[in-house]
């Protein structure tokens, strides 16, 4: 079942509702880490395997699995990553940077998951 959500003025998402078994999907493969200026970058390689990574995480909470794999589930990082599952599933790498500020996710859409 789809479900057309609103999430900005010009930013609208088809979110697949799934079922509970296909929510506990892992997201994260592996990643590295790298520092800059501004402070640390989790390079993320996602789980490919689980099949469509949009539809089987869209609606599950990823905190539990970061900080299972050592990443800092802060609202910051766990949105950048709800926002990368949802509307970047074909990239390599996700790159999550913890000095993003925390937004609402609508701002975190317009923003391209970069905020």
């Not at 640390?40 to 599950?60: E, F, Q, R």
Request: charged share 15%; aromatic share 6%; net charge neutral.
């Amino acid at each position: 079942m789809f479900k057309r959500t609103k999430l900005a003025a010009t930013a609208t998402a088809l979110i697949l509702v799934t079922s509970p078994g296909l929510a506990r999907a892992t997201v994260i493969d592996s990643y590295t880490t790298t520092e800059n200026s501004r402070g640390t970058v989790y390079n993320i390689s996602p789980n490919k395997k689980d099949g469509n990574l949009s539809s089987s995480s869209s609606s599950h909470d990823p905190g539990p699995e970061m900080e299972s794999k050592g990443i800092p589930a802060t609202p910051s990082l766990v949105g950048q990553l709800t926002c990368h599952v949802i509307f970047a599933p074909g990239k390599p790498i996700w790159n999550l940077e913890d000095w993003r500020p925390e937004v609402t996710f609508p701002g975190m859409v317009a923003s391209a998951c970069n905020p």
